[in-house]
């Protein structure tokens, strides 16, 4: 593993805010940045982010950490895979050391099928240039596809032989499970493994890091007994329902556009990016999912549809229609003629006539209307009562409300509906919303309960591993929180109070208030940016990181206040509230001791009452005194 100084440069260099806000948009609040959670749904932002500590937290679901744990919670990274990743991304050096038999074998199976899958990738690409890869050469020269293009989309070639992969990456010291792994290859009915991919051209699917986690590979001659297109299955890099093909190529271009051009094959996203239409993606060997379009959804809220013409394509866009108009996009469906598809209007017509169809796509209303039209559904009452009743089914799962409207007096119009009909239309939408919000609230119900037998997991394997202890924070006074919040807010104010204000344990009443500053002072020792390096750090209970990080989210004010007081900008006294926090501790501790005497003198005899009146008196006068200095320095 990397050293800690390593771990402190990466740190240090990341932005977290530029590595969330790659999936989620962020809003400046005052010293913090948020947005909507990307790991539960909601509607109003509850994910904060804090710039300057370096850490996040969700108030809806829990989820916090550093950029380190949002890489292993967000993209399935182990804490080395992530390390590396960031590190790469921000130019830090890491220390070049050897691996031993034991650690790599250490390595985590994900990250030993990535590896796995990029050198395949390489060697299939190496391959596409050589007299073997020559017709799948052949066939893109023949697509027009350009050398730009086919670097970009690290296109390849997979040999026609049963085992050359295998073999390759055998010699590489990979594993029959890791191969396994990555699906790469596939058991032998007696035993053995063969390659999975053979003469076909390879097109390698990234996730939204540029990791290549699968496969799609097309074939290259006329064998009708084989299919045209296989892909990689689901293995433990690759979840189809999640990828989308070209995101990665694509997503800031999505971003910038404010919008994507689903189609439906690899080919044509290749195709739409040479031309210029860089916004383009694809559904991965699948039909389009709720998790993709949720993936979807962090770059922009426009959606243009383009699937192809024949009666296949046409449901497949009105099946996308209803996923992605829940997800809050604003849809539009465009139309191509017969026969024609992305690639051949690009390369047939040219860029600028794409353009058009995208210029000319329908709202999903006028789509879903013209296309019954079209099929001759639209003929009779009956008919079109069903086809009111299936748009007035799109309108409710619009989240804006606002929408319905416009789409209802849209949708009138259209058909030419009296006002009575009008009427009619919206007491059907109000039953249909019913229904509606129901399955919703069932959904709802479903994730809590997941959400809470999650949680029910870690707190069962956090006690396992912990020996059963658990945090109580419920013991802690204001005033000790109060002192652990300003501890944590800035490590110069740290370095001040350690120094100057004489913390200690003992400082505190509650046991638990002891412990937590304890742990604090022996983390800050260790490095006095405590937040930052609070989540790597593995003999720190998860709950105390979790207490310590949401705490941190709320000094960022502490920490900019400082920041003004360094500058010579302000004044600002953090002594004074620490300062009045410990005398009102010692205060609470002497009232303790003064009720705990009470009680004993009720039972005591002669001599014990003597002993116990002398204490009494003392506390009694400690207490005074403690009392007039807190009055005295409140007036003062």
Not at 441 to 459: C, G, H
Request: hydrophobic fraction near 35%; charged fraction near 30%.
């Amino acid at each position: 593993m990397a050293n800690n100084d390593a771990i402190e440069r990466v740190l240090e260099a990341v932005d977290i805010v530029e590595i969330i806000g790659e999936v989620v948009p962020l809003k400046p609040r005052g010293a913090n940045f948020v947005g909507l959670c990307p790991f539960h749904n909601e509607k109003t932002p509850s994910f904060t982010v804090s710039p300057t500590k370096g850490i996040y937290t969700c108030f809806g679901c829990g989820k916090k950490g550093n950029v380190f744990s949002f890489m292993r919670d967000y993209y399935g990274m182990e804490f080395g895979e992530g390390l590396k990743e960031l590190a790469g991304r921000y130019n830090v050096q890491l220390p070049q050391y050897k691996q031993t038999k034991r650690q790599k074998e250490k390595l985590s199976r994900r990250e030993q099928a990535l590896e796995a899958a990029r050198i395949a990738a390489e060697y299939y690409s190496k391959l596409l240039g050589t007299t073997a890869g020559k017709k799948a050469m052949t066939y893109l020269n023949n697509r027009e596809f350009k050398k730009e293009s086919i670097n970009n989309f690290q296109l390849g070639y997979s040999p026609a032989g049963w085992e050359e992969l295998l073999a390759m990456l055998r010699k590489k010291g990979f594993t029959e499970s890791v191969l396994l792994d990555a699906g790469l290859v596939i058991k032998k009915e007696g035993g053995g493994l063969y390659d999975r991919f053979r003469d076909r051209l390879m097109f390698p699917i990234h996730n939204a890091l540029g990791k290549i986690v699968g496969f799609g590979a097309r074939q290259l001659n006329d064998n009708k007994e084989q299919p045209k297109y296989i892909n990689s299955p689901q293995t433990v890099i690759y979840d189809k329902s999640t990828i989308l093909y070209g995101l990665f190529q694509g997503k800031n271009y999505i971003r910038k556009e404010e919008a994507a051009v689903l189609t439906e094959g690899y080919a044509d996203v290749i195709s739409l990016h040479q031309a210029g239409f860089r916004n383009a993606v694809a559904s991965s060997g699948t039909s389009l999912t709720v998790e993709q379009l949720k993936e979807l959804k962090k770059y922009c809220s426009k959606l243009y549809i383009v699937y192809d013409a024949d009666e296949a394509g046409q449901n497949a866009a009105v099946r996308a229609i209803d996923l992605a108009i829940t997800k809050g996009f604003e849809v539009y469906i465009v139309a191509l003629p017969t026969g024609e598809d992305p690639d051949s209007i690009v390369k047939s017509h040219g860029a600028a006539v794409f353009r058009e169809y995208l210029n000319d796509a329908e709202i999903f209303v006028d789509f879903k209307i013209n296309l019954l039209k079209r099929r001759k559904k639209l003929g009779t009452p009956a008919e079109i009562a069903s086809a009111i009743r299936d748009i007035i089914n799109t309108i409710v799962r619009i989240p804006d409300r606002l929408q319905h409207d416009e789409y209802i007096n849209h949708l009138a119009a259209l058909l030419k509906l009296s006002s009575r009909q009008v009427e009619r239309i919206y007491k059907e939408k109000v039953s249909i919303e019913k229904k509606y919000s129901r399955e919703q609230v069932n959904e709802a119900i479903r994730e809590d309960r997941l959400q809470a037998d999650e949680k029910k997991r870690e707190v069962a394997e956090s006690e396992s591993t912990n020996g059963g202890f658990k945090p109580d924070y419920t013991q802690l006074l204001s005033e000790e929180r109060l002192i652990i919040k300003y501890l944590i807010a800035h490590s110069a104010v740290a370095d001040f109070l350690m120094n100057n204000v004489g913390l200690i344990p003992d400082t505190m009443y509650s046991e638990e208030a002891k412990r937590l500053l304890t742990l604090i002072i022996d983390l800050y020792r260790k490095n006095p940016d405590i937040v930052k390096h609070i989540v790597a750090n593995e003999e720190i209970h998860p709950d105390d990181k979790d207490f310590i990080i949401e705490m941190a989210i709320h000094t960022d004010n502490i920490s900019n206040e400082w920041g003004d007081y360094a500058k010579g900008m302000k004044d600002f006294d953090f002594f004074k509230p620490v300062n009045d926090a410990m005398k009102k501790i010692e205060l609470y501790k002497v009232e303790r001791e003064l009720d705990s005497l009470q009680s004993a003198m009720n039972g005591a005899d002669v001599d014990e009452m003597h002993t116990l009146l002398i204490k009494f008196k003392d506390m009694s006068q400690k207490r005074n005194t403690l009392i007039k200095l807190m009055k005295d320095e409140s007036t003062g």
